[in-house]
């Protein structure tokens, strides 16, 4: 690798700022890598690690066109729980009556399929506007890693809150205040299931509105009608595996299924209350294991809901923890198979303070493994990435219909659809096939359509230079402007040459690549 990159010549200011932006950003707009190059790209690196201090008064204004962001948590439950009896009403009088077309006529949970839609179309806003680039990325990265599958239920109303309040506001903070933030917030018990553990032979208070009423329970709706009514019984492991296996250790953490058991058993009790509550995070006493618990030779007795308080921390700050995510992070900055120099650097900066998430970036951006010749455009886009980098590099405004998020799913990422708790994959060998390429291609096309910032010049030479500069910062290959070229032969009209020489481009091998 060190003999190859000898070889290969370093890069200009230019090119490192074009990198930057591939990277810590979601592509460069027109004319933006000069203007990082001008102003130093470390210079410009720091101010992203600093996101708080870079105004976005641009992208504030153009989220307050999404209603999504009116409804707190407690609203979006309300509004849920009636959908749902409304829903249910229906289908007993469709059933009564044999009229199917009445739920087909209501539609009682359109609200929140158009708001689901909303959240989608919001992340692209974000994403293609925001002059915060790296905390976007960093959203992207976190949502993914603590993945929340919107598709389940209750989640449907608790995944706003969960990317509003608990992911966003820590995507460059501490890892540690990041993962108990994820542990306590509804969206998470909900999905992993960890609402429904309980100590084996525990019993709720007598019925004050209690979690568990003889009516159907919040948190059910995915069981069989025969199983509703049953209450919780005994533990369940499925955050506790997913905590070890994807949010910390790693799946070589050294963790045995006995540790995974005496972590579900100190997470009893973590759950949810019921939407006319709020949906809220909540610890239930009754519900927790009382006993003693021997894990990673720690010993957690009757210490209630700070048991899993005290265990978070200490994975946190695990080597295999600091190990398993900066792999993770210098996957997603790097490469997809990253040099050790890389991971090590970021696991010195987490040891050095305490998973301090900036730091930790900071040590990969400075190592120079980021910086060698070879990872240069050797990253392929997400379907995300590559919707957003084509929207900012041909200048077009994303709008707050749905379409720009249906085209990313489309491709393949339909955002916060992602059943499996691994979330989206970072790597080529997982977007890369003959029909995603076509399907690539046909979005690229569609795209440029709406492209008016590159001028409609009849000299078709001239023009595949202009868009080689303008969308790829001069990095389109030869064989590239000799197909465009190719295909623009026989067309005279400068509006229809633009549109398509703008698709092929964004279509196009070089644009795939980051």
């Known amino acids: 690798m060190f003999a190859l990159a000898a070889q290969m010549p370093a890069l200009t200011p230019r090119d490192s700022a074009f990198h930057a932006l591939n990277r810590l950003a979601y592509g460069a707009r027109p004319g933006e890598a000069d203007s990082v190059a001008q102003f130093g ?22 989220e307050r066109a999404f209603k999504i962001l009116e409804y707190d948590r407690a609203d979006l439950a309300g509004r849920y729980r009636d959908a749902e009896r409304e ?33 989608q179309q919001l992340a692209i806003v974000r994403a293609a506007l925001s002059e915060r680039q790296l905390r976007e990325v960093m959203v ?58 309980v100590a084996p032979g525990s019993a709720a208070p007598p019925p004050r509105g209690s979690f568990f009423p003889l009516r159907r329970r919040f948190g059910m709706n995915e069981m069989p009608e025969e199983r509703r009514q049953r209450r919780p019984t005994g533990i369940n492991e499925n955050y506790a595996r997913e905590l070890l296996e994807l949010h910390t ?54 210490d209630g809901k700070d048991e899993g308080i005290r265990l978070l921390k200490f994975l946190a700050n695990q080597h295999a923890t600091m190990h398993h995510v900066s ?30 998430i900036r730091a930790v970036l900071r040590a990969i ?55 499996a708790p691994t979330g989206y994959a970072e790597t080529e060998v997982h977007w890369v096939n003959s029909g995603a390429l076509l399907a690539r291609m046909n979005a690229a096309m569609a795209i440029a359509k709406d492209c008016s910032s590159v001028p409609a010049i009849e000299d078709h030479a001239q023009l595949v230079d202009l868009i080689d500069r303008q969308l790829l910062a001069g990095t389109m290959s030869a064989h590239t402007k000799s197909v465009i070229l190719e295909q623009l032969a026989d067309i005279t009209d400068p509006m229809q040459a633009r549109a398509l020489a703008v698709g092929l481009a964004l279509g196009g091998p070089d644009f795939q690549k980051q």
């Open 87 to 119: 829903r249910q009403r229906l289908q007993r009088e469709a059933v009564a009556t044999g009229d199917s077309t009445l739920m087909r006529d209501a539609r009682p949970m359109q609200e929140f399929r158009e708001l689901g839609g909303q959240l």
């Open 327 to 356: 792999a993770k992070l210098c996957t997603r900055f790097v490469a997809d198979e990253p040099p050790d120099g890389c991971i090590d650097a970021a696991v010195a900066a987490w040891q050095k303070t305490r998973g301090d």
């Open 41 to 62: 790209v470390m210079k410009w690196i720091e101010r992203q690690l600093d996101a708080d201090h870079v105004s976005d008064a641009r992208l504030a204004e153009r």
């Open 249 to 302: 250790l790693g799946v070589d953490g050294g963790y045995t299924q006995q540790d995974i058991i005496e972590v579900a058993r100190i997470f009893t009790g973590w759950s949810i209350e019921p939407p006319e509550r709020g949906a809220g995070f909540v610890f239930r006493d009754w519900a927790h294991d009382r006993g003693t618990k021997q894990v990673f030779g720690l010993t957690f007795q009757d």
């Open 365 to 419: 951006f400075t190592s120079p493994d980021f910086w060698t010749p070879q990872v240069v455009r050797s990253k392929v886009k997400t379907p995300l990435e590559f919707v957003v980098s084509a929207l900012r590099a041909t200048g077009i405004e994303p709008d707050t219909s749905p379409r720009l998020a249906q085209l990313v799913a489309r491709l393949g990422e339909p955002l916060y659809q992602q059943p």
């Open 140 to 197: 992207d990265f976190w949502t993914n890693h603590f993945n929340v599958f919107v598709g389940k239920g209750a989640d449907r109303f608790l995944l706003p809150s969960y990317i509003e309040e608990t992911i966003r506001p820590r995507a460059l903070g501490r890892f540690e205040d990041l993962l108990i933030a994820t542990a306590q917030s509804p969206a998470m018990p909900f999905y992993l299931d960890n609402a429904q553990s």
